[in-house]
């Protein structure tokens, strides 16, 4: 059993003298690893966020009778398109169709018309020059479009050059109102 003992202990000290490589660490490991980085954006929409109001003063029954009048308006509003869907989409357009204008008896004034005179003020959408409304048309006029690669972001229209040009007639004393209706559509037809 000495002898055994003996053994056991002559290789216990024998296995200190060995390295032992394989337990080691390493001084400078080399890893890499990848991550990532994200964002979602969603697309936005097109919208109408405002339109003009046109107050066109006030006018005597003899200025109208004897020779057609254009009135300016004194109002200074803006109509406003914002387009937040991104590039290469459709496009838009806007159109405007004006009703009968009229007073409170129901008297008409026949054929007058208004003209959106104005400026874009921010954008960069095709405003169609001088847009003619006239009373009670059936089909609606062209004001603005957009092409998809334009018009994005905020359009505005300053439109406080506007005129209404009522044609020489028999009128009657009154306030006369008409309504003008805005249309925004997810379409594009060139001007």
């Known amino acids: 059993m000495k002898k055994m003992v003996l053994a056991l202990g002559i290789l216990g000290i024998s296995s200190l003298g060995v390295p032992v490589t394989g337990l080691a660490a390493e001084a400078n490991p ?3 690893m990848t991550s990532e980085a994200s964002l979602t954006i969603n697309p936005g929409i ?3 966020d405002s339109v003009s109001n046109f107050d ?12 057609e009048k254009v009135i300016t308006t004194v109002s200074n509003e803006t109509s406003s ?9 459709v496009g838009w357009q806007l159109t405007a169709k004006l009703s009968k204008i009229s007073n409170a008896d129901q008297k008409e004034l026949a054929n007058a018309k208004i003209t ?3 400026t874009e003020t921010a954008g960069d959408a095709a405003l169609s020059a001088n847009a003619e409304l006239v009373a009670g ?7 603005a479009t957009a092409d ?22 028999n009128v009657y004393g009154g306030d006369y109102t008409g309504t003008i209706t805005w249309t925004l559509s997810n379409s594009y037809q060139a001007q």
């Open 46 to 48: 097109l919208s109408l």
């Open 137 to 143: 048309a059936t089909d609606p006029t062209s004001v």
């Open 81 to 89: 398109v914002s387009d937040f869907r991104g590039p290469n989409t």
């Open 30 to 32: 080399s890893t890499s």
């Open 56 to 67: 066109f003063g006030t006018g005597n029954i003899a200025d109208f009778a004897q020779q």
């Open 116 to 118: 959106l005179k104005g």
């Open 148 to 169: 998809g690669a334009t018009g994005l972001a905020i359009n505005t229209f300053d439109f406080s050059t506007t005129t209404l040009t009522v044609p020489q007639q």
